[in-house]
């Protein structure tokens, strides 16, 4: 992450959006926040790729794809990220110049836009997510990607030794204890749902719906208009009290590899307030608290590190038993539990929708094409499309896991509001979409 | 439209987020998105001077709390403009907010930036003169050295709010046309070497080929 003395020697980020908003409540779009609202169908793009009139574009990303992953072994972290966006300023503008996309309208171009940011980020991520890069590379990494493994590490020992502290230490206000922790925990479970996708966006999406949640209670707590003041601590304590793991490698890889051009005004504030939060709590002291009673803090803080060490020699104990049990299996040596396998990462049934969709579409990039050749009008591939059952299969899963994925919304909000009518909470999932912070804004409405 | 981005800065008790509440209340956008919470917020202005020209403020608020100033870099890196906010009642929110400011032009420079430094609270003072403890004066003098733009609100009344936004608005337009036309001029004596910056397999960073 650059500093911010080196970010505003940039010239002015004033960027010229069109009518944009205008356009898309014509087509029929609410006008709403970028990342929640347009419609986004990552299906449709597929289509639209295998569109033989697409084979430029789809031929351009395959030798990028070829290429980033064949020149060079390791790029430096810097160099990815020009990498990629050079890419897609390149592959934006051919868009505009191939069918099927020259036709589309403003809003169903950007969905192909995303399309192609989620596919390359998907095949690119064992490369530019910094715990999965650790994990190729074994310690020999660039610094950028080495600096945010080691700021993660920090914030979990931090997370850890602060992990007593109570709401007025961060100068949250007494009248939000009340339910601050089940709050907290929901959008807490949120964010930490960033682990289980690859592409920028719906890591983006898990950063909006944790702070959405937050900004639910804070409203139903007559806060709503104290602006920062009252979200930041509340934030704060979020971050401080969930588990997140490879919070910052995962915020950094949003600013690194999300186009630029779509991370602007909420969804930056929000990425940067996140990043601010998880600065804070990585370097967390004690003259970062609002401490009123020192001697009291001093003896909850001595009786904390106690139950850390203890846990720790228990965890390290069991590690050991594990150890010895499969010393016999001489294999590779197993990952410590901080830095999981990259596939761990990716465990989300909607992720794996995108897998299956992929997948049909892998054939058209295990081509071994020489990655000089440049795509052409007159081409030939002899591209395989799958056959339409196949589609069809696919679309069920997608439908599939979306219900699973509904089915933990209502859960989660069960949960949360135990005295409330579950058909109630069901018809205000369904009436907002199963979007869960505008769910949960909903239910604290009709709760008090 | 072209889109600023304005940062918010001040103690936590001088009522900056309601300078931004009250701005956005009293203004007609009939393309008003939804925004998550009151932490971010986006306000189009039509600016006085410039006829025709609508400009949009991507507004940036910030934790007001001492120990959240740390924060502060994240909120003001790229912005276009800054409103540094006290409280006309409470000298030491002045003190405060002075020490923004140089932190500000130490961090950002000038040159990049568009600062407004605001007293607010001004309603308090016209029910009761003795209430205020910043000398307009005072105030006004040190914007003037510092080279900022300055005024006085009240986020209760309305008084004032709008002129701020008109004012700031009119200068990030300014210094961006003047921007603009520069890098323009500049573009045009170098179409040539634009045309050869497109990613090219020539390019051994590039692998757009």
Not at chain 1, 95 to 102: D, G, I
Not at chain 1, 125 to 143: A, H, L, M, T, W
């Given at each position: 992450m650059k500093g911010p003395e080196g970010d505003a020697l940039d010239s002015f980020t004033v960027s010229q959006i069109s009518d944009e908003n205008k356009m898309r409540s014509n087509s029929g779009f609410p006008v709403q926040n970028d990342e929640e609202e347009l419609i986004y169908d990552f299906q449709a793009f597929v289509t639209q790729l295998r569109d033989p009139r697409a084979d430029p574009v789809l031929r351009y990303t395959r030798s990028f794809l070829n290429n980033f992953t064949t020149k060079r072994?390791?790029?430096?972290?810097?160099?990815?990220?020009?990498?990629?966006?050079?890419?897609?300023?390149?592959?934006?503008?051919?868009?505009?110049?191939?069918?099927?996309?020259?036709?589309?309208?403003?809003?169903?171009?950007?969905?192909?836009?995303?399309?192609?940011?989620?596919?390359?980020?998907?095949?690119?991520?064992?490369?530019?997510?910094?715990?999965?890069?650790?994990?190729?590379?074994?310690?020999?990494?660039?610094?950028?990607?080495?600096?945010?493994?080691?700021?993660?590490?920090?914030?979990?020992?931090?997370?850890?030794?602060?992990a007593f502290i109570d709401p007025g230490l961060l100068e949250i206000p007494n009248s939000l204890t009340h339910r601050l922790h089940k709050f907290t925990r929901l959008s807490g479970k949120e964010l930490s749902r960033i682990n289980e996708y690859k592409a920028p966006r719906d890591k983006m999406v898990c950063v909006l719906n944790a702070c959405r949640v937050l900004f639910g209670f804070l409203k139903h707590s007559g806060l709503e208009n104290g602006g920062a003041d009252a979200f930041i601590p509340v934030l704060v304590y979020t971050v401080l009290k969930s588990d997140v793991r490879s919070l910052i490698s995962n915020l950094n890889y949003i600013e690194r590899f999300r186009y630029s051009e779509f991370l602007h005004g909420e969804s930056a504030y929000y990425l940067s307030s996140t990043q601010g939060a998880a600065d804070f709590v990585a370097n967390l002291g004690r003259e970062s608290l609002h401490i009123t009673d020192e001697a009291a803090f001093q003896a909850q803080y001595a009786k904390h590190q106690e139950y850390v060490k203890n846990e720790r020699a228990g965890a390290s104990g069991n590690a050991d038993a594990s150890a010895a049990k499969t010393n016999t299996v001489a294999t590779s040596t197993p990952a410590p539990a901080s830095t999981p396998a990259p596939s761990e990462y990716i465990r989300r049934p909607l992720d794996e929708a995108t897998s299956a969709i992929l997948s049909k579409v892998s054939e058209l990039f295990a081509s071994t094409t020489q990655a000089s050749e440049a795509p052409d009008e007159q081409s030939d591939s002899k591209t395989q499309l799958p056959q339409p059952d196949e589609d069809a299969d696919t679309t069920a899963l997608a439908q599939e896991l979306q219900e699973q994925e509904n089915h933990r919304v209502l859960e989660e909000l069960h949960v949360m509001f135990p005295d409330m009518d579950q058909e109630l909470i069901q018809d205000v999932c369904e009436a907002k979409k199963y979007r869960i912070g505008v769910c949960v804004d909903v239910l604290l409405t009709l709760s008090s | 439209m072209l889109q600023f981005k304005l940062v918010l800065l001040g103690d936590s008790s001088v009522g900056k987020s309601s300078i931004v509440h009250r701005f956005v209340k009293d203004s007609f956008d009939e393309f008003r998105e939804s925004t998550i919470g009151a932490a971010f917020l986006s306000q189009t202005v039509k600016l006085e001077k410039h006829q025709d020209v609508t400009i949009k403020f991507e507004i940036w608020d910030t934790a007001g709390q001492e120990r959240y100033k740390s924060l502060a870099p994240m909120y003001y890196r790229n912005a276009n403009a800054a409103l540094v906010v006290y409280d006309v009642t409470q000298p030491d929110s002045l003190v405060k907010a002075q020490s923004w400011v140089e932190e500000l032009k130490h961090k950002v420079g000038d040159q990049d930036l568009v600062i407004c430094l605001v007293g607010n609270k001004l309603d308090l003072c016209e029910t009761d003169a003795s209430a205020r403890q910043v000398d307009v004066e005072d105030a006004q003098a040190y914007s003037k050295e510092q080279k900022l733009l300055f005024h006085e609100v009240s986020a209760k009344t309305g008084a004032g709010v709008g002129q701020i936004f008109q004012e700031i608005g009119e200068h990030v337009y300014e210094r961006k046309t003047a921007e603009s036309a520069a890098s323009a001029a500049a573009q045009s004596r170098k179409t040539l070497n634009v045309e050869l910056q497109r990613p090219s397999t020539n390019d051994s960073t590039s692998c757009c080929a």
């Open positions: 072994d390791m790029w430096t972290c810097e160099e990815q990220q020009k990498l990629v966006d050079d890419f897609k300023v390149f592959v934006y503008d051919k868009l505009t110049l191939y069918e099927p996309f020259k036709s589309l309208d403003s809003a169903k171009l950007k969905n192909a836009q995303e399309g192609i940011e989620k596919l390359i980020m998907g095949k690119l991520y064992n490369q530019c997510f910094s715990p999965c890069v650790e994990q190729r590379f074994q310690g020999k990494i660039d610094p950028s990607h080495h600096q945010d493994l080691k700021r993660d590490e920090k914030l979990r020992l931090r997370r850890e030794e602060y | -």
